[in-house]
């Protein structure tokens, strides 16, 4: 047995967060809302190219945020492409981020890095472009 490919990652929001959690990630990384198996949760599974990467869970009984316990997962990576119209896609959100470019294997690799609704760190990664 081995792996052959990343399927989803999951991600559990209290309720009154769980429609802002969908919302990012439809807006900013215009991921779509799909079909979703019938579940005794609320919730939603977001699509990008037909596949349900994104799945989101009510946790109706949700422990405040500051008594969760912190895990050891830093982000979540999306390989990406248009730097300038997603730049230009989270200014007009007003979400924030910061950028970095580093060198690899002679190719220039821009990083966008922010924080969705439940405090998840979401990373961008444009190949061989650069913008200031």
């Not at 490919?5 to 809302?33: G, K, M």
């Not at 422990?63 to 300038?84: E, I, R």
Request: glycine residues 6%; aromatic residues 10%; contains cysteine.
């Amino acid at each position: 047995m081995s792996v052959v490919a990343f399927d989803h990652f999951n991600i559990r929001a209290p309720t009154p967060l769980l429609d802002t959690v969908r919302d990012f990630y439809v807006q900013v990384l215009d991921l779509s809302v799909g079909a979703r198996p019938a579940v005794a949760s609320r919730g939603y599974w977001l699509y990008l190219s037909g596949q349900p990467i994104v799945h989101l869970t009510e946790w109706a009984d949700a422990p405040d945020v500051d008594t969760l316990p912190c895990g050891y997962l830093d982000h979540v990576a999306f390989f990406c492409n248009d730097l300038s119209g997603m730049l230009k896609r989270l200014e007009r959100l007003g979400v924030a981020y910061s950028q970095r470019s580093l060198n690899h294997q002679g190719s220039t690799i821009t990083q966008l890095k922010m924080s969705d609704p439940t405090g998840n760190v979401i990373e961008l990664n444009f190949s061989g472009v650069t913008e200031t």
